[in-house]
């Protein structure tokens, strides 16, 4: 087995919104060429670990190394030249601006030689021949899985290693969510390693290489496609998991017992 090759290395990481702590001791790896997902229930923290990484959260303490360099005390725009691009919960394309122009606008975050630009342009535009035949349509008439697949190419112009994706099947039609993992895969057929939070667990983990199940702030859990049960070991994670954010709820509005 050819040997793995580490791009990120999450070590104690410890996250929090003012006095309100939202990951607690995230330890968690990517290895080049992988797709990795994140599981775990609504405020799990699973985009805060993405924001976290991209330099948007305050970090109390701990390491992200990428690439082994350290990410933790780096600003955003210090961030994403490294090549580290997020795609956003809620895909935020630019509507009154044609497919082209968005993709164009991909290659802002960068620096930028208009040869790697083009490059990545026919790249995109290879992979998704949906968007080469409607780069003259504003992305805001785009259908939601194009509007996607826009937000996916958008993020490949900025020459990425290491590309998240915060649920990019949400409020998308099951055809639809399948097309887009189809993406996801293209994405990682390009050379892109992927980190992937979805809530449809059962299509990410047909896709993924290696799962974290988060649970209020923590990992409490991880599965590799390397064990033969994968999607049963993590659907008694996710139970757990699940379980658990519902009891702190219940317990957070002061109701004790019961179901
Ligand atoms: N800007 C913010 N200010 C304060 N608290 C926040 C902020 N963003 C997120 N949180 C809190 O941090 C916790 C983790 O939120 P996060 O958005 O990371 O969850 P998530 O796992 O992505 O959930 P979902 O599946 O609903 O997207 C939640 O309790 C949330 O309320
Ligand atoms: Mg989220």
């Known amino acids: 087995m050819a040997e793995k090759t580490q791009i990120l290395k999450i070590s104690n990481l410890v996250s929090s919104y003012g006095n309100i702590r939202a990951l607690t001791d995230i330890n968690a790896e990517v290895n080049k ?45 210090q961030i994403v030249p490294l090549g580290i691009s997020l795609v956003p919960e809620g895909r935020k394309i630019f509507v009154d601006v044609s497919v082209e122009n968005n993709l164009e ?22 992979t998704f021949p949906r968007l080469y035949e409607r780069k003259k349509q504003l992305g805001g008439t785009l259908s939601g899985g194009e509007q996607q697949m826009l937000a996916v190419g958008r993020a490949i112009m900025s020459d990425p290693q290491l590309l998240m994706l915060d649920e990019p099947s949400m409020g998308l039609a099951p055809l639809v969510v399948a097309e887009v993992f189809e993406v996801i895969k293209k994405v990682r057929d390009m050379g892109i390693t992927v980190l992937l939070v979805e809530q449809n667990a059962s299509m990410a983990l047909r ?32 139970r757990e998991a699940y379980l658990g954010a519902k009891k702190q709820d219940r317990s957070e509005r002061g109701e004790t017992g019961g179901k």
């Open 33 to 77: 060429g992988e797709i990795v997902t994140l599981l775990g229930a609504n405020g799990a923290g699973k985009s805060t670990l993405m924001k976290s990484i991209l330099g948007m959260v305050h970090i109390d303490s701990g390491s992200i190394l990428y690439n082994g360099t350290e990410l933790v005390g780096k600003k955003s725009h």
């Open 105 to 126: 606008i991909g290659t802002y975050f960068r620096t930028r030689t208009k040869a790697r630009d083009k490059e990545l342009l026919d790249m995109v535009y290879e």
């Open 207 to 238: 896709i993924c290489d290696r799962a974290y199940v988060l649970n209020t702030g923590k990992i409490t859990g991880m599965v590799s496609n390397e064990q033969e049960n994968m999607q049963e070991i993590a659907d008694n994670m996710l």
